[in-house]
């Protein structure tokens, strides 16, 4: 993932990943501060994908 932010690429990793945070809070807290960022994103649908990508871009 650091490649990704280094290249200043972006990465969505995209699947609902819910029990597993649910789990591990180890997990859950990486998501949430990795979700926050521009680069990597863990997203659990093409539609949360687009909500993002307005919010980002405000279009």
Known sequence: MQKFVTYQLRLVIMDDISRHMAESSALRD?????????????????????DRLIQRHGA
């Open 30 to 50: 990486f998501v949430s501060e990795t979700n926050r960022g521009d680069h990597v994103w863990f997203l659990s649908s093409v539609e949360e994908l687009g």
